[in-house]
T-cell receptor
Framework: GAGVSQSPSNKVTEKGKDVELRCDPI?????LYWYRQSLGQGLEFLIY????????KSGLPSDRFSAERTGGSVSTLTIQRTQQEDSAVYLC?????????????FGPGTRLTVL | RKEVEQDPGPFNVPEGATVAFNCTYS??????FFWYRQDCRKEPKLLMS???SGNEDGRFTAQLNRASQYISLLIRDSKLSDSATYLC???????????FGGGTRLMVKP
């Protein structure tokens, strides 16, 4: 079946512009996660959505970052007034809840470059 | 101290070698454990779960030591295609938050 999809795959923007990154999780997965990965670095947790609960925003690096998940499915990560240090690959993942050994599936990521 | 710690490597090994990675975690209440693999410029993918009794999948063996709070991954008869970054992942609570280690890079040489 279809996996996690993300769009765009690549985004180049100028410093100060706003960007929106989209994630389509696997159908039926109630948990959705956003991560950031800079070149050669590990995964940095950003935000986590679980069903209708309030999202865990503890990983968002600044108030320029926000995310929403509409209808419990598609999620959008928005970065306002982008800075060069925001350049990274933004990965979305989804997971079926109800079992502690359920796999987390990742999308292919959006590579963001801020000039 | 990071919640999940790994030696970043790189581990450079010849084909056919046996290599082992360890990972330590800080939360003694952690409930489930995984190894993910990430190829260069690709997304992470599940390699194997790590069960309390230890488990094996072909050339790969995973072990969990709850008393010492570490997880290991053993790769036997290394192949060139095993070259990747191996991520240790811990589910820290009864919910769905997974914490990723920084990864250990493996390079298998001919």
């Amino acid at each position: 079946g279809a996996g996690v999809s993300q769009s765009p795959s690549n985004k180049v923007t100028e410093k100060g512009k706003d960007v929106e990154l989209r994630c389509d999780p696997i159908s039926g997965h109630t948990a959705l996660y956003w991560y950031r990965q800079s070149l050669g670095q590990g995964l940095e947790f950003l935000i986590y959505f679980q069903g209708n609960s309030a999202p865990d925003k503890s990983g968002l690096p600044s108030d320029r970052f926000s995310a929403e998940r509409t209808g419990g499915s598609v999620s959008t990560l928005t970065i306002q007034r982008t800075q060069q240090e925001d350049s990274a690959v933004y990965l979305c993942a989804s997971r079926l809840t109800g079992g502690s050994y359920n796999e987390q599936f990742f999308g292919p990521g959006t590579r963001l470059t801020v000039l | 101290r990071k919640e999940v710690e790994q030696d970043p490597g790189p581990f450079n090994v010849p084909e056919g070698a046996t290599v082992a990675f360890n990972c330590t975690y800080s939360n003694s209440a952690s409930q489930s454990f995984f190894w993910y693999r990430q190829d260069c410029r690709k997304e992470p993918k599940l390699l194997m779960s790590v069960y309390s009794s230890g488990n094996e999948d072909g050339r790969f063996t995973a072990q969990l030591n709850r008393a010492s709070q570490y997880i290991s991954l053993l790769i036997r008869d290394s192949k060139l295609s095993d070259s990747a970054t191996y991520l240790c992942v811990v589910n820290n609570n009864a919910g769905n938050m997974l914490t990723f280690g920084g990864g250990t890079r493996l390079m298998v040489k001919p």
